[in-house]
């Protein structure tokens, strides 16, 4: 079967798409339709090259891509293999295969290979991989003693100035280096705001929906969690207010509410404010993608209208370069720096000081800029597509829910109370989806399915993920 794959395997150095490319779309899609078995070895990259008369760089971005994305797994000297988890999806409209036994997974952390629809995953086929990995060769090549020694425990000092400036620019937030700490990813950031700030037993106000992760590390960190309903208009201020009035955090994503979408309103946002000046409370802004805007540029932070020191900033390039990074960076008020400082010598940032400089040098020259400005227009199309598939296969099962921007999908059922069961059976055929009713802390109205779209490098792969989730809502009926 490999070697009749293989034989099939033409380029066309006359086509746009570059030749790296049109290997790693053959490979991928063989991979889909069943045409290279789950588990068989692929040619070296030495011998591939030499049968496509390529170079054998071109080869080794076209694997690299595939193993990256979970498609290829890469055993050393043993050579390069399908990823043994892998089996064919069904074309068109067909039922789904019998499923491989599945391990046990968590849909909120999902590991390893790529999945249809999973969550939290920027489109990793467009990050620029040859300029990333440029810009880190040099610095590995540049290395000096010094740079060998214990790092800042707040963030590498040239990443911190950075990221000042990007928000200054981008986002009209006004802060110095010092005010910025690199954590290694969302938990560590906020488990560093709990360790500064609050005490074991305070109360801390949450979104209904919202962010499954932050309930259970409020917990561990012995927080009393206060659930608030979230509307059209965003987080409902005077319901935590009254639920909870002496609270000492609010945890907000005011500008694209995760997961509904909404924005918080500015009537909310001035209410929010001033409830945190009043009460002396900590607002905890997780502004975790609004780079990505499909309409109209993207809303101003709440920080930007803080003009008492109430909003803790935070920000992560999980979303906008990759999450492997496990990168992310909090901007606490001027007030504040000291007290964050010596929390952090206590535990460090944990990010690779080679990673930190890494990603100053892509925002300092100019790519972090250039890579968000293709990423818009790109995310529009990967919505349309599925939005379009979702529609015409599943419209009378569900209805999309419109979002101005994002990288994932909220879609509405219109039978309730099936949401979490659709959601569990989809994920045992591979189908990354996650319940609506998952992410609420109170039972609630309102059923739907959560859905990641940005790794549909097509649309057939869109129509053909959307045709797999149809098979079950028809096992439903």
Request: with cysteine; charged share 20%.
């Amino acid at each position: 079967m490999m070697r009749q794959f293989l034989s099939s395997l033409r380029l066309d150095s006359r086509l746009a798409e570059p030749l790296y490319r049109q290997i790693y779309l053959r490979i991928k899609d063989g991979i889909e339709r069943g045409a290279l078995a789950a588990g068989s070895r692929l040619p070296s990259v030495r011998g591939l090259a030499s049968d496509l008369g390529v170079a054998r760089a071109t080869v080794e971005s076209a694997y690299g891509q595939l193993i990256a994305e979970g498609f290829l797994q890469s055993r050393g000297q043993a050579g390069t293999y399908v990823s043994p988890q892998l089996r064919p999806l069904p074309q068109g409209g067909a039922s789904p295969a019998q499923p491989l036994p599945m391990p046990v997974a968590d849909p909120l952390h999902p590991q390893g290979m790529l999945q249809p629809f999973q969550l939290g995953l920027p489109a990793l086929d467009a990050f620029p991989r040859a300029q990333w990995q440029r810009i880190v060769s040099r610095l590995l090549r540049s290395a000096t003693a010094a740079s060998l020694a214990l790092p800042p425990a707040n963030g590498q000092p040239e990443l911190r100035e950075a990221i000042a400036n990007y928000l200054h620019l981008s986002r009209g937030i006004r802060c110095q280096p010092e005010q910025v700490f690199i954590c290694a990813g969302y938990p560590a950031m906020l488990d560093l705001v709990l360790d500064t700030l609050l005490q074991p037993g305070d109360e801390a106000w949450l979104e209904d929906p919202g962010y499954p992760v932050t309930l259970p590390l409020l917990r561990a960190a012995g927080m009393r969690a206060v659930a608030v309903p979230v509307d059209g208009q965003g987080m409902a201020v005077a319901a935590g207010i009254a639920a909870a009035p002496r609270a000492r955090l609010a945890i907000v994503t005011p500008t694209h509410q995760s997961p509904l979408g909404v924005s918080l309103s500015l009537a909310r946002r001035m209410a929010l404010l001033d409830w945190a000046q009043r009460r002396s409370a900590w607002i905890f802004e997780d502004d975790y993608d609004s780079e990505f805007r499909y309409h109209g540029r993207p809303l101003p932070p709440l920080k930007s209208l803080d003009r008492q020191g109430r909003v803790l900033y935070a920000g992560t390039f999980s979303k906008t370069l990759f999450p492997a990074l496990r990168m992310a960076y909090l901007v606490v008020p001027a007030g504040l720096t000291e007290a964050f400082a010596r929390t952090s010598r206590l535990r460090g940032c944990g990010c690779s000081p080679l990673l930190q400089a890494g990603v100053a040098d892509f925002i300092n020259q100019g790519h972090f800029y250039r890579h968000l400005k293709r990423m818009r227009p790109l995310y529009r199309e990967r919505r349309e597509w599925l939005a379009q598939a979702l529609e015409r296969q599943l419209g009378a099962h569900l209805t999309v829910a419109p979002q101005p921007g994002g990288i994932q999908l909220l879609v509405r059922l219109r039978d309730e109370g099936q949401d979490a069961r659709l959601a569990a059976r989809a994920w045992r055929q591979g189908l990354a989806v996650q319940a609506l009713s998952d992410w609420r802390i109170t039972p609630g109205a309102g059923q739907g399915l959560l859905l990641g779209f940005a790794n549909f490098t097509r649309r057939e792969e869109a129509e053909r993920a959307v045709a797999r989730l149809q098979a079950l809502f028809d096992g439903a009926n």
